[in-house]
């Protein structure tokens, strides 16, 4: 039966805000597997949403510091290079007796150095007398926990809550706890070393006793967990090599790059770092989180966009990618979570408000896409890798997903695949532009569904391919035939309900009575990039997509200037995303725009110049681009982000043309193009078959790029 709107309750959203003060207060962000921590300017945790997540419960908000009854004066606080660490420098005056010297000289130093593993924060105080008397310092570290569902923090309101218990106390340490409403104990265990002069469930006290010069050291470790997980406190340094050692195996299982510009390195250096620290181990391999704080958890469809992003330099991410997703299919049909037999997860969460169903996320299926994307990551693994073993492991599951995309996804039988909610808890848009005025028409009237978005339909076409492919290599002769040519009705269809020709380009969707929604949007740019555009299409898509109403200088919008619901501030209307920009320029490589492409990566690489840390923000604002002038941030955009991280690798892959045979161990790049940022670019490790190869690219003295393998 075909999904319907369901008007009888009014939709539920789970936004994050917009506010002058978050633009204003940067905090620092770390993130480890299931944990992170939002730290305020100082490195402390007091105010607004910062504190110490674990598996989306806020297990400390607040811990503060004080040197002599006062907060230290901050001098610099900055995460390390490579995202593993906050270090803190701050200072206070010591005192001065018999003199009639001011206060204000800084003589007491402290360093504040903060990291995460293995759901805990390790922190260690690194206090030091600089004055020419010995002193006797006082150092005071407040700290409690509200066990806040991460939903809670981000606005929605709730009637009850658990139970805070009483703190417990011991020689070296406390015990915070709570009793949720769904049953669960969380409970926050600080461990202190040395052991502190003076503790209560609010406090410990330290009486340091410093002569001229010397320094002492206090190390802290707040370990959060539920009732079933095993304390298990470590050390600073030895839980600090650990997480250095996880960090460096998971660059040994990536290609490098080096380019001639020291800034393009530094940038992707830091997408590469980004990616690290986004990327959690799970019992079935690395898995990209999406983003830090607030989708700091397993995304679907965000995660196999990022695996596909960096296939081609990682491809062991894709792989822990499809077995994850593969373990989490839906099995079942499950209306309040938009679940039906085949379908692949939206979103995964694990707090208290999911497990009571105050939130529809604990296992949460409302994405139309990630399904489809599903089979595509597993094609292109198999070009990729050659490994055929893993995925006739996945088949049943690939054919799983194409059952939900012919039976469920496409509920009436048109031939394309729409999406309604089941619940009114669920999301009210389910492709990547999920905002509540994301589909609209060109009078700006919001879309009825079931809706048909035109790029799922290119998913859908590009996933019947690789399937296709995929059952070819598996010796089943006749499926990929029936495959194939699944895939070639579709492109017709496709052609004939989304091509317009006044527009030449694309219409966004179709509505629930089959009517185009006829909007200049960047959606159609996934055409080019999912291969269902015919090759005649190509070149109009393209020249409207690097054109001044999609183009800003930044980046291409996604959405036109001049259509209805253009602002260039929205979430989805107007602003421009990385990712977006990414799958686009791939597309755009596909059929022969490499130029453009290369143009693409290097308005992202400025853009990136521009930003904090040299990082690239899932998005920011759609104005165009003016000469010394840096581009506008989305004042909650999520930095770092996976799938923004993952872009300007995306880009350099469709500027490459890198083609590999993994049955040969071969690999070649077929017409390259190398940005105006790059003068040349060097690939080292890159696993094809058993082998490693490496590539040089090099601009040549009449502008071509040639290639050295």
Known sequence: MMAQPIPEKKPRHFPVAADATRAEHRPHTLKSDDSFAIFGPNGDMEAGAEGLYHRDTRHLSRLAVALSGARPRLLSAAISADNAALVCDLACPAPKPNTDMGDDTNEIALRWESFLWRAARHDTLTVTNWSQLAQHVPVSIG????????????????????????????????????????????????????????????????????????????????????????????????????????????????????????????????????????????????????????????????????????????????????????????????????????????????????????????????????????????????????????????????????????????????????????????????????????????????????????????????????????????????????????????????????????????????DGEKRPCRVLASNAGHALFAGIALPERAASVADRLMGEDFFSGWGIRTLARGQARFNPMSYHNGSVWPHDNALIGLGLARYGRRDAAARLFDSLFATASWAERYRLPELFCGFPRARDRAPTAYPVACAPQAWAAGALFALLDACTGISVDPAADTGSAILPALPASIPHLRIEGLTIGNAARGFAFQRNTDGQVVVDS
Request: hydrophobic share 45%; with cysteine.
């Open 143 to 510: 700290f409690g926990s509200d066990f806040a569902d991460l939903f809670e923090i981000r606005g929605t309101r709730r009637a009850r809550h658990g139970t805070i218990q009483p703190p417990s106390c011991t020689g070296h340490g406390a015990t915070l706890a709570c009793l949720g409403l769904d049953g669960v104990r969380r409970w926050t265990r600080l461990h202190f070393d040395p052991k502190p002069d003076r503790l209560d469930g609010e406090r410990a006290e330290f009486v340091l006793d410093l002569a001229p010069g010397e320094t002492q050291r206090i190390t802290l470790a707040i370990q959060a967990g539920i009732d079933e997980d095993t304390p298990t406190i470590e050390g600073f340094a030895p839980a600090r090599e650990a997480a250095r050692t996880q960090r460096q195996r998971l660059r040994d299982d990536a290609a490098t790059l080096a380019t001639g510009n020291p800034l393009a390195d530094a940038i992707l250096r830091r997408a590469r770092d980004d990616l690290l620290m986004l990327t959690t181990e799970t019992e079935y391999g690395p898995f990209p989180y999406a983003g830090v704080p607030w989708f700091s958890t397993a995304f679907g469809r965000d995660a196999i966009i990022t695996a596909m992003e960096v296939l081609w330099l990682a491809p062991a991410l894709a792989r822990g990618v499809l077995a994850y997703l593969a373990a989490n299919q839906a099995t079942e049909t499950d209306p309040a979570a938009d679940a039906e037999p085949g379908k692949i997860l939206h979103e995964a969460r694990d707090g208290e408000m999911a497990r009571l169903g105050e939130v529809p996320f604990r296992r949460y299926y409302g994405s139309v896409d990630a399904t489809p994307l599903f089979v595509m990551l597993a094609g292109a693994y198999a070009d990729r890798t050659g490994d055929i073993a893993f995925i006739r492991m996945l088949w049943p599951h690939i054919e799983a997903a194409l059952n939900w995309i012919d039976r469920y996804g496409d509920a009436d039988g048109d031939g394309f695949v729409e999406y309604g909610r089941k619940s009114a808890h669920g999301l009210a848009n389910q492709g990547w532009k999920d905002s509540r005025d994301s589909i609209f028409h060109a009078d700006g009237a919001l879309a009825r569904g079931p809706i048909a978005l035109c790029e799922v339909q290119a998913y859908v076409f590009a996933a019947k391919s690789a399937a296709s492919r995929i059952a070819a290599s598996l010796g089943m002769k006749d499926r990929a035939a029936s495959l194939a040519g699944e895939a070639a009705s579709l492109r017709a269809a496709f052609d004939s309900a989304f091509w317009d020709e006044e527009f030449g380009f694309y219409v966004l969707a179709l």
